[in-house]
């Protein structure tokens, strides 16, 4: 069966995992991640993970068709509960929102592990998942931003030091985007345009837009 390729979101997730990592995949819905790293030959095994039994069964189907019931188990879990912490060193989580992301984070017994990489994608609320992580010892390694049509998202790859640090509201809007980079300059652009709509509304954002201006546009 023909191999699909991955839209540009889910191909800057894939970039980050660690070769012959063993990968949970939380929120798979049809499992194209892991399915696309395996027969790429960039991991062997994966855990592929969702709460919901619907999104699961669509995985369990493209799973089987590719041949690649031995290599991705199909777990459902809710978040990283059903994921123990020898299972997986790299962890995905793509496409849910950021406050979610931090739910995930927060109920995972494991996370504060310093060998474990996390690939975090959120769609929404970056500056609360970039504030939560930062304040509870994680760091950004590395973020890059990408465009899929007309919609702009950022990835970042996370790792736990121990350090708690105070962030910036305007770092938690932009965290290590490389401001020299053109997708990530169009990101910027993008949020921008939108933080100035809400800050129509919200005074309070201006300062936050300034900064971000100064920083990247200067
Ligand atoms: C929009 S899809 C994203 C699929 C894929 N990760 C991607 O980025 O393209 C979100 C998936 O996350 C699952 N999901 C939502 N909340 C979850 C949770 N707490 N734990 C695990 N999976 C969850 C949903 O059932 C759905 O399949």
């Keep these: 069966?023909?191999?699909?390729?991955?839209?540009?979101?889910?191909?800057l997730c894939a970039s980050f995992v660690r070769k012959?990592?063993?990968l949970a995949d939380i929120g798979t819905d049809h499992a194209y991640l892991p399915i696309w790293l395996i027969k790429n030959g960039i991991i062997e095994k994966a855990l592929a993970c969702d709460i919901n039994e619907g999104p699961l069964n669509s995985g369990r189907a493209d799973v089987q068709s590719y041949g690649l019931s031995d290599s991705i188990t199909l777990r459902l879990s809710d978040?990283?509960?059903?994921?123990?912490?020898?299972?997986?060193?790299?962890?995905?989580?793509?496409?849910?929102?950021?406050?979610?992301?931090v739910k995930i984070l927060?109920?995972?017994?494991?996370?504060?592990?310093?060998?474990?990489?996390?690939?975090?994608?959120?769609?929404?609320?970056?500056?609360?998942?970039?504030?939560?992580?930062?304040?509870?010892?994680?760091?950004?390694?590395?973020?890059?931003?990408?465009?899929?049509?007309?919609?702009h998202y950022t990835v970042m790859l996370v790792h736990y030091t121990g350090e708690v640090s105070?962030?910036?509201?305007?770092?938690?809007?932009?965290?290590?985007?490389?401001?020299?980079?053109?997708?990530?300059?169009?990101?910027?652009?993008?949020?921008?345009?939108?933080?100035?709509?809400?800050?129509?509304?919200?005074?309070?954002?201006?300062?936050?837009?300034?900064k971000i201006k100064g920083e990247c546009c200067s």
């Design 1 to 11: 069966m023909r191999l699909f390729s991955l839209d540009n979101r889910l191909s």
């Design 106 to 151: 927060s109920e995972c017994m494991w996370a504060k592990n310093k060998d474990k990489h996390f690939i975090l994608q959120p769609m929404t609320k970056c500056e609360v998942l970039i504030r939560y992580l930062y304040e509870n010892g994680f760091e950004i390694m590395k973020q890059k931003a990408c465009a899929c049509g007309n919609k």
């Design 166 to 210: 105070e962030v910036e509201d305007s770092f938690c809007y932009v965290g290590k985007l490389d401001f020299s980079d053109s997708e990530s300059k169009n990101y910027i652009f993008h949020l921008l345009s939108h933080l100035e709509k809400r800050a129509i509304s919200d005074k309070s954002l201006l300062p936050v837009i300034e």
């Design 20 to 22: 012959n990592a063993t």
């Design 79 to 101: 978040g990283l509960k059903e994921v123990k912490e020898n299972e997986a060193d790299d962890i995905v989580i793509a496409g849910m929102g950021g406050e979610l992301i």
